[in-house]
C-alpha cells in the first residue's frame, strides 16, 4: 500500500522498531493527512528541516486513533504548494510539541476514538521521513486505495449482521395474527437486501483483486467499491432498522447502531463526491 516495495519495507522496518519487539506489538498506527479535508493536495502542516530534524508545525482535524495510537503517519509540507510538496514522516507518541484535541462526540464509530493531531515546533529526526521528499502525496493515496477496500468491508459487516437480525426480527414478531415474515412485501425487502448485499461484496472482492495486482483499472475500481458499497450497505442497514419497527429506535436493539456506524463510511476515506470524482476522471482520460 505505500508505493514501491522498499517504502513498504521501509515503513515496516521503522514503525515495527517504533513499536517495540514483536511479542510486546500491543501499540497502533494512525494515519494523519490534513485538516484540508476533500482537497488533500492543500494540506498545509509544515515540516521545515533544522539539520537533523523537521519541524512540524500545524494540526489535523478527526484523526481516527488520535491520542491512542503510538504511531502517527504524517502528511506534511516540506516544499511548495500542490501534491509534490507533500512528504510523509513518522512522529511517535510522546515525541515533545505533539498534542491531542478533545476526543470528538459522533453520532456513531465510537470504538475508533477521533480528536485532532496538533504540533507546535514538533522536532521530529529526518530519518523518520518515508521515501524521499516530495512522495508523500503518492505514498498517501496508495495507502487510501486499500483503506477504501477496508471501510468498504466494514459497511459490508455491518449490512450482513443487520440482515440476519431483521430475518430472526420477522420470523418472531407476530402483526395481523402471523409472523411479519409471512408478509410479501417485507419478504420482497428482505430479497432486495441480501442482493444489494452480495452486489457489493462482489465488487469490493473484485477491487480487492484489481488492487493486489496492480491492475491499472485498480484506483478506479476501488473507488467504485468504496462508493457502491458503504452506499448499498448504509441502505442496507436503515431498512433493518425500520422493518424492527419501533424496536429498532431502541438502543437495546443493535441494529441502530450499525446504521449509526455504518454513516461515516460514506464520509471518510475519501468522501463518496471524491469517489465519483476519481471514478470520472478515469474514465475521461481514457
Ligand atoms: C469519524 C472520522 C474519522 C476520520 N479519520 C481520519 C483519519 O484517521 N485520518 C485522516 O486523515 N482523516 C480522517 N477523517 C477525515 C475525513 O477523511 C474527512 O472528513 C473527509 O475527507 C471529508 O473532508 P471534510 O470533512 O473536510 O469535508 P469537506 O471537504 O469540507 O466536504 C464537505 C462536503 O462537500 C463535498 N465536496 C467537497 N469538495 C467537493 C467537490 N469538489 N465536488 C463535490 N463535492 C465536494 C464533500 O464530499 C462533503 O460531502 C475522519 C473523519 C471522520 C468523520
Avoid at 516540506?78 to 498534542?99: A, Q
Wanted: include cysteine.
Amino acid at each position: 500500500w505505500f508505493g514501491p516495495r522498499n517504502l513498504g519495507v521501509r515503513l515496516g522496518r521503522l514503525c515495527g522498531g517504533l513499536l517495540g519487539p514483536a511479542n510486546t506489538r500491543h501499540r497502533s498506527l494512525t494515519t494523519c493527512i490534513d485538516r484540508s479535508g476533500s482537497d488533500a493536495a492543500s494540506l498545509l502542516t509544515s515540516a521545515k528541516r533544522q539539520g537533523d530534524h523537521y519541524i512540524l508545525n500545524g494540526s489535523k482535524a478527526f484523526i481516527s486513533g488520535g491520542g491512542e495510537s503510538d504511531i502517527y503517519i504524517v502528511m506534511c509540507r516540506t516544499g511548495g504548494p500542490g501534491p509534490k510538496g507533500i512528504s510523509c514522516i513518522v512522529v511517535e507518541k510522546g515525541t515533545p510539541g505533539l498534542s491531542f484535541g478533545k476526543k470528538e462526540k459522533k453520532v456513531g464509530w465510537n470504538s475508533q476514538p477521533t480528536r485532532a493531531v496538533i504540533f507546535e515546533d514538533c522536532a521530529v529526526p529526518v530519518a523518520h521521513r518515508i521515501g524521499s521528499e516530495g512522495q508523500g502525496f503518492l505514498i498517501a493515496m496508495k495507502g487510501l486505495n486499500g483503506g477504501r477496500i477496508n471501510i468498504a468491508s466494514c459497511s459490508l459487516g455491518a449490512a450482513h449482521a443487520s440482515i440476519i437480525l431483521t430475518r430472526d426480527h420477522l420470523k418472531v414478531r407476530k402483526q395481523f395474527g402471523a409472523p411479519l415474515a409471512n408478509n410479501q412485501y417485507l419478504q420482497f425487502q428482505l430479497a432486495n437486501m441480501a442482493t444489494r448485499l452480495v452486489a457489493s461484496r462482489l465488487i469490493v472482492r473484485s477491487a480487492a483483486v484489481a488492487l493486489q495486482e496492480e491492475q491499472e483499472d485498480a484506483v478506479a475500481l476501488c473507488s467504485m467499491a468504496k462508493f457502491f458499497a458503504t452506499e448499498e450497505c448504509f441502505a442496507i442497514c436503515n431498512q433493518a432498522l425500520q422493518m424492527h419497527g419501533g424496536y429498532g429506535y431502541l438502543k437495546d436493539y443493535a441494529v441502530q447502531q450499525y446504521m449509526r456506524d455504518s454513516r461515516v463510511h460514506q464520509i471518510l476515506e475519501g468522501s463518496n463526491e471524491v469517489m465519483r470524482m476519481l471514478i470520472s476522471r478515469s474514465l475521461l482520460q481514457e
